[in-house]
């Protein structure tokens, strides 16, 4: 049987990539020491590695294809075939942040003002770059972790990834600039992207994985209404397309199914209410294929 091999990024991504699996359809259970969950498709074989080795891992055909942050994508510089974005994270659906931070009580105000300095990150190439586009020259370390800790005393400046910014404020640290954003991608191998098979079936995957992130912000509503209310309730409705609308076997009235955002339910369901429709449902969706 052909077997399309997928790594699953390890660590902080770890639980959000399997909920998003699960809803697109693929149960993955794994031993918190395994590094290779099952999964419920006979032609997938799931490794688990750490985001910042997948890059490397893909382009050098380990795998044929995985998830990882673009992030990483730049600092290994790999060769990978990009499929497609995939905005999910570990907390929020904000994409990561790479930010030049100093300490709150430090002088420096520009990225110039660490000429000479010393700057620890775990992103070295990409800070490299960074520095030298800027035309700065400074010491750049490779931080083994708690890099927020570092300024003042063991590090004149850092460069760190964040969500929402509460762990570098926790930390009395002051943004000076955002390096790079990053969201993760699904990314493949440019040989095995070739393969009429493997391609197919990643297509296939990315598409669910798609429509499972486009439904977590979206829900279905469904409800009764009379015929006299029909034109003033199809004015209130959003929809992707048009509001399937339905008649029901008492006559004069309709069933109305439609797909809402679902930041805007609380207020919309109330105005439905005063329109006229009744029996109303609202349902969460597992995914939304365009």
Known sequence: MKKLKIALPKGSLEEATFRLFNKAGFKISVNSRSYFPSIDDEELEV????????????????????????????????????????????????????????????????????????????????TRKYLKKNKVHAEVEFSWGATEVKPPRLADAIVEATETGSSLRANNLRIIDTLLTSVPKFIANKQSHKDDWKRKKMDNIVMLLQGAIRAEEKVGIKMNVQEKDLARILELLPALKKPTVSTLSAEGWYDVDTISDESIVRELIPALKKAGA?????????????
């Open 47 to 126: 490794v688990l590695f750490r985001p910042q080795e997948m890059p490397r891992y893909v382009e050098d055909g380990v795998v044929d294809c995985g998830l990882t942050g673009y992030d990483w994508i730049c600092e290994n510089e790999s060769k990978v075939t990009e499929l497609c974005e995939l905005q999910y994270s570990k907390r929020t659906k904000n994409p990561v942040r790479w930010v030049l931070c100093v300490h709150q009580d430090s002088p420096f105000k520009k990225v110039k003002d660490l000429q000479g300095k010393k700057i620890s990150t775990e992103l070295v190439n990409v």
């Open 278 to 290: 009744s029996g109303i449902i609202e349902y969460p969706l597992n995914k939304v294929i365009p």
